[in-house]
């Protein structure tokens, strides 16, 4: 067993939440991580309220724990999403991809637990002054849409700076990933790419079986040029993104590239002319097994490896 903060503030088993990915993560995967006792989280993603509504609604038929809804800033629906987790009374919003302060007071009035995805310790500095639960220190290393800073310079540079729980995301997928992200001062971790190959998760089967195969170096990083970075694995499609960057075309040929490019991959299943965004840590992620055995083999791997330091260091 491992109790933290995050346990007590989010009232979990186990301190372990599921990353918020787009056209991927639904009622069924939030759901079976709740019932595994981590936070499940539902993403939002660019669906229209009333999906995520539906998908809510879904969710709390298949667990009477507490889970957690992704706000994608970018998305053009993220107004109506913010208003409908209050109408919903969803326990805990996390979001991405841009600063949610002009939600958090509605948030907070409605009891809902607020905790952004920061990249850098200003932002997670302004979002603590906000009023926020805790912060996600998301680093380099993850898949999607990423900041500059690498989780190990960035997580204890958060921890340093702010006074409220700060969960670590990027490049952790097993449970040394997770006792060092508590060395590193964090109150537990965020994984994607991890619960991506879940049994519970519908992600297409190709995109499963993509990030299985995954070796170390398959990641790729596109759209640098254009100010929103994302990290997915290398195929046609990245290849095409980088040749239209290295040829300076502007950003909206690029952006029109890019569109619908996570679905064509997460739900049609083309992963050679979609997107297949996934971490770093791709390479580490070897099984597909349920949510329940993966919190319950990561948090066993901790704690074993906590017990052999201790035997370590005098
Ligand atoms: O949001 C993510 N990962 C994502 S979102 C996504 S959907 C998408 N698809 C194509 C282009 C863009 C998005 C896929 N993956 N992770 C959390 C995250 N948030 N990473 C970085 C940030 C972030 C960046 C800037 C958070 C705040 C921020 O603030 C800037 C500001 O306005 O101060």
């Not at 519970?200 to 929103?228: F, M």
């Not at 050679?272 to 597909?288: H, W």
């Amino acid at each position: 067993m491992i109790k933290t903060k995050l346990c007590e503030l989010l009232n979990i088993e186990h301190p372990i939440i599921q990353g918020g990915m787009a056209w991927i993560a639904d009622s069924s995967l939030a759901a079976a991580v709740s019932n595994a006792g981590g936070l499940g989280i539902i993403a939002a993603g660019n669906a229209p309220g009333e999906i995520v509504r539906e998908e809510i609604r879904k969710a709390k038929r298949l667990t009477d724990r507490p889970f957690g809804v992704n706000i994608m800033l970018l998305s053009p629906y993220a107004e109506e999403v913010a208003k409908i987790v209050c109408e919903e009374k969803v326990a805990v919003v996390t979001t991405g991809a841009g600063n949610p302060g002009k939600y958090i007071e509605m948030w907070k009035e409605n009891n809902i637990k607020v905790i952004p995805v920061v990249p850098s310790v200003a932002l997670a500095k302004r979002m603590e002054r906000s009023g926020v639960d805790a912060v996600i220190a998301e680093g380099h290393e993850s898949g999607g849409h990423i900041g500059e800073l690498t989780t190990m310079a960035l997580v204890p540079q958060v921890v340093d700076a702010v006074s409220i729980p700060v969960v670590a995301a990027g490049g952790i997928a097993d449970g040394r990933g997770l006792l060092a992200a508590l060395s590193l001062g964090a109150v537990g971790v965020q994984m994607g790419t991890r619960f991506l190959v879940a049994k519970e998760c519908n992600v297409h089967q190709n995109y499963k079986q993509r990030v299985l195969s995954a070796k170390d170096i398959d990641t790729v990083i596109t759209g640098l040029s254009t100010g929103h970075p994302v990290r997915s694995l290398r195929n046609r499609f990245t290849r095409e993104l980088l040749n239209i960057e290295k040829q300076g075309l502007d950003a909206e040929v690029f952006e029109q590239r890019a569109a619908g490019s996570l679905k064509r991959a997460a739900i049609d299943g083309d992963i050679d002319f979609g997107s297949v965004m996934a971490g770093q840590v791709s390479g580490l992620v070897r099984k597909e097994q349920t949510c329940s055995e993966i919190i319950e083999e990561i948090v066993k791997e901790a704690s074993d490896l906590y017990k052999a330091l201790g035997g370590m260091v005098r």
